[in-house]
């Protein structure tokens, strides 16, 4: 499935951000957005149990660090984005301080000599900031001024509503209509230009771009997808949040996230699609896990594990001219 990869900083630097790879006939690169660090417990089970879990995978806990891991692919149909980090986050939610070393997708985009203005199609896989912030200036402007932006129809009509709720008990209307704020504001140069998108998920209309499906994974948000992408028959999946991390959700797939809008939805939508990770072998892009979070999915009983591609097939620890 994957014939050649190759990573920038991977053997030379102790701090890759950028990874290519091809996956089928498609150029693909993943970039980091940096770091998302969670200082509290943002998990439905006490502290301790979190520790536990984290000390067992031998990373630590609070801060919780986070990776944010953008693919850039260059399909048949154009080249594509999915997801666009969190620029500006701190001081757009200043209540959230955890995005302070994040929004570095710009940067790495210009290290991997990619221009913002070669992106074609935007892909969301929800509204929340750390995914869509990136798609806007400084300024307001458009961060990729000739691409189209597709969104689940569904996701746009609940940050749209005027009036929000979820059944998250941490979650309450104001941290509802401050992130609701950053959607809008983020798309909104898209929407002026007619080049913003929904995708309808509840029938088969959820193929925006040849060779990509919505794929609905309701309740992290409302309308929250994952996105195929699909090339000489194998399939890709970007996972976007339908599960944090390994340590976390993944290996305790019945723990909630204080962001998620219902927590029992979330769960049911994220066995679902791990079970179908699994038993299908399907390679996939997780947003949360280390970088460059590509990787297989294990089903063992009641829980999974995450197998980060074998170093052998990331291209570390083979010989490069530094
Ligand atoms: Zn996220």
């Known amino acids: 499935m994957i014939y050649r990869t190759s990573a920038s900083g991977g053997t030379c630097s102790s701090n890759p951000t950028i990874y290519n790879f091809q996956f089928g006939k498609v150029n693909c690169t993943i970039l980091s957005d940096g770091p998302t660090e969670v200082a509290v417990n943002p998990f439905s089970v006490p502290a301790p149990a979190v520790e536990r879990s984290y000390e067992k995978n031998f990373r630590t806990a609070f801060p919780i660090v986070l990776s944010q891991n953008v693919l850039v692919a260059d399909m048949p149909a ?88 979820s059944t998250s008990p941490l979650l309450t209307t104001d941290a509802l209509d401050s992130f609701a704020q950053i959607y809008l504001d983020a798309i909104r140069p898209y929407e002026r230009t007619g080049m913003f998108h929904l995708v309808d998920t509840e029938n088969s209309e959820a193929t925006p771009v040849e060779g990509i499906r919505f794929m609905s994974t309701f309740g992290h948000t409302d309308g929250h ?64 896990e280390q970088f460059p979070g590509l990787g297989y999915v294990q089903e063992r009983g009641a829980f999974f594990e995450w197998v980060p591609l074998p170093p052998q097939q990331l291209g570390f620890g083979v010989k490069k001219t530094c």
Request: glycine share 8%.
């Open 78 to 165: 154009g080249r594509a984005i999915f997801d666009t980090g969190s620029f500006l986050l701190p001081q757009k939610l200043p209540e959230f301080p955890l995005f302070e070393n994040a929004g570095q997708l710009m940067k790495n985009l210009r290290a991997a000599n990619i221009s913002p203005s070669s992106i074609d199609f935007v892909f969301l896989t929800h509204a929340h900031g750390d995914h869509v912030a990136g798609i806007v200036t400084e300024g307001g402007t458009k961060a990729f001024p000739n691409a189209d932006v597709f969104i689940g129809r569904r996701e746009h009509e609940y940050w749209s509503s005027p009036s929000l709720s």
């Open 225 to 288: 997808c994952a996105i195929e992408m699909k090339s000489d028959d194998k399939r890709l999946v970007l996972t976007g949040d339908a599960w944090v991390s390994t340590a976390d959700q993944l290996q305790n797939p019945e723990w909630g996230f204080f962001t998620e809008n219902n927590q029992t939805q979330a769960y049911m939508s994220r066995v679902q699609l791990l079970g179908d990770l699994a038993s299908t072998a399907t390679l996939a892009v997780s947003y949360h």
